[in-house]
């Protein structure tokens, strides 16, 4: 089995063609707004309409809610209609127990807070706008994330 097949047992088009979309998308958000597209904030300006503290009651939280819900409507419904189109069919999948996707996520959501923005935020809208903390910040993540899948790789069954 050659190294591509390997890496890509389903093909590697449909990956080609998933980050020309997403690149399109924010470039596309840019353009014709001005506005960057990450997802951290959406949760946090969200959170703006039933926290009062004053973090989450941020002019730009608070101005900024309705149009990042949009988008992230956006977002799932492009999922859904890719999914339905192209999919081929479901596929099952074994989920973590329910403890183990909470505390996960409560890392995830800390670590975006923490680092300013999301992977997607960095990844795809601070690198491609060449930010520095952008970069330095996907490298801690992708440096973070080769270490634990090793870890996670060696000690558990």
Do not use: E
Not at 28 to 40: K, N, P, W, Y
Not at 91 to 112: D, E, K
Not at 132 to 141: D, E, H, Q, Y
């Amino acid at each position: 089995m050659n190294l591509t097949n390997s890496l890509f047992p389903l093909g590697w088009q449909h990956y080609l063609l998933g980050g020309l979309s997403i690149g399109a998308g924010v470039a596309l958000l840019f353009v014709t707004t001005g506005r960057i597209g990450g997802i951290s904030t959406v949760f946090s300006s969200t959170w703006s309409f039933v926290v009062r503290r004053p973090f989450f009651q941020q002019a730009r939280l608070v101005d900024s809610r309705g149009w990042r819900l949009v988008y992230t409507a956006g977002l799932v419904a492009g999922a859904l209609v890719w999914w339905l189109l192209f999919s081929g069919g479901a596929r099952l999948t074994t989920a973590l127990p329910a403890w183990q996707l909470l505390v996960g996520g409560l890392f995830v959501g800390y670590g975006a807070r923490l680092g300013n923005g999301c992977t997607s935020g960095h990844g795809i809208c601070g690198m491609s706008s060449l930010k520095l903390p952008s970069f330095l910040a996907v490298l801690t993540f992708m440096s973070t994330a080769f270490l634990t899948a090793n870890l996670a790789a060696r000690w558990l069954p």
